[in-house]
């Protein structure tokens, strides 16, 4: 864990206030104003979709093995042929810079201390070129652009920043319904309004250490990331245009992204398995199950109730899957179910927005407290022995790996 004898008082004081996952959304609520607050808890409509995350892991129970000797219990997990300290990463966050200075270069500092994989956020306002001089900042997810030549331009300036693994979101033809973003204060393009002006007011802390050093360092911010050049200023008309135009895409796209990209290429925002197989016939390296948390479409599967299913027909490929993760006991049902690794994203950011590296170092450690706390009560010493017999479904009736 993080030491805490270099860190400032405030830092100190927020880091022992935070003892799971939970606690630092609660934590982050007070300390962010309203609508930067409202933009990350944001779930479409009436929250279904979020809900069917949290409820998915109810269908199942851990069945524990007894007097199984974990003097020694390893966390260690392989993907792409790295190995990581833990079965779990930082999902892609949009504008993570409105939570904490700087937002994705904390995000990736501290997931290169835990040796944890982060996803760099397309939808992001720091320069990737940035992002990616981070050791084992390598990942990048992308909102495709809207023509062939956009998309050549903006995969060729992340390979030349160094990315090696590509993720492409494949679920984002149109933006989601903003109404609860709305409701909230956040608009985008961002509206200076007296609302926010006065959250802003009410929180000096993220006042003067966020927004106004953002300023006086940077200016405005833009979004970075969405083309080959720099898109436009959050609070430019421009800026929703940088999320639209991709009505008309199909799978030829994906076709034109594995010709374009050589590196590892994976998906994300993948449900049904029939996606799934398509994907993989476009020759894909891996595939993130994903219902980005409840933000999209309300009523949506949750991507735990679908995995077994898909790794029924895909047996071969690396699954990865995020939403709704909040416990070590969500992650091992995951995996146990076929996941070969999970992706968390609001904790981490809400970690970022209390205590910044260290807030995001300390969450990562306490999710890898909670995992090789609960393998050793499981009866499991490495993250492979983690599969279907860990398992039973809530009624008892049959394997929880046999499909949905």
């Known amino acids: 864990m993080a030491s805490h004898s270099r860190h400032s008082f405030w830092t100190r004081r927020a880091l022992a206030r935070i003892h799971n996952l939970h606690d630092v959304e609660r934590l982050a609520k007070r300390k962010l104003p309203r609508p930067i607050y409202g933009y990350i808890a944001h779930v479409a409509e009436d929250g279904r979709t979020q809900r069917a995350n949290v409820d998915a892991f109810a269908a199942y129970r851990l069945l524990p093995r007894a007097f199984v000797n974990v003097a020694k219990v390893s966390l260690e997990t392989e993907l792409f042929g790295r190995r990581y300290a833990a079965p779990f990463g930082i999902a892609p966050m949009g504008i993570s810079a409105l939570s904490v200075y700087q937002g994705d270069l904390v995000l990736a500092r501290a997931a290169a201390a835990r040796n944890v994989p982060m996803i760099m956020s397309g939808s992001s306002l720091v320069p990737l070129e940035d992002v990616a001089k981070v050791d084992g900042a390598d990942w990048f997810q992308v909102y495709l652009p809207g023509t062939p030549e956009g998309i050549e331009a ?14 492409v979101t494949l679920d984002y033809p149109v933006p989601p319904n903003p109404d609860n973003m709305r409701k909230a204060g956040f608009s985008s393009p961002l509206v200076p309004t007296l ?9 000096p802390e993220w006042l003067l250490n966020t927004f ?33 135009g991709r009505r008309h895409f199909d799978w030829g796209y994906l076709d034109l992204v594995r010709r374009l990209w050589p590196k590892t290429l994976i998906v994300k925002g993948v449900l049904n398995p029939d996606d799934a197989v398509r ?15 409840g933000r999209q479409l309300d009523g949506t599967i949750s ?42 994203g609001r904790p981490f ?20 407290s909670e995992i090789e706390r609960d393998m050793a009560l499981l009866g499991v010493t490495a993250i492979a022995e983690v599969d279907q017999r860990c398992l039973y479904c809530a009624a008892g009736e049959q394997a929880a790996g046999s499909g949905v």
């Open 303 to 344: 991507p735990l109730t679908v995995l077994p299913e898909i790794r029924r027909r895909l047996p071969t490929m690396p699954l990865m899957i995020d939403s709704g993760f909040r416990r070590g006991t969500d992650v091992l049902t995951a995996l146990a179910l076929g996941a070969d690794f999970v992706f968390v």
């Open 154 to 167: 903006l995969l060729a300036r992340a390979a030349r920043a160094g990315f090696e693994k590509l993720v």
């Open 212 to 244: 106004a050093r953002t300023l006086k360092r940077h200016g405005m911010p833009h979004f970075e990331n969405n083309h080959a050049e720099r898109g436009a200023p959050m609070v430019s008309r421009r800026a929703a245009r940088d999320f639209s």
């Open 195 to 203: 609302r926010l002006a006065l959250d802003g007011l009410l929180r």
């Open 279 to 293: 994907a993989c016939d476009a020759g894909v390296d891996g595939i993130i199950l994903s219902n980005h948390g």
């Open 349 to 368: 950011n809400y970690a970022a927005a209390c205590a910044g590296q260290a807030g995001v170092e300390h969450v990562i450690a306490l999710l890898e």
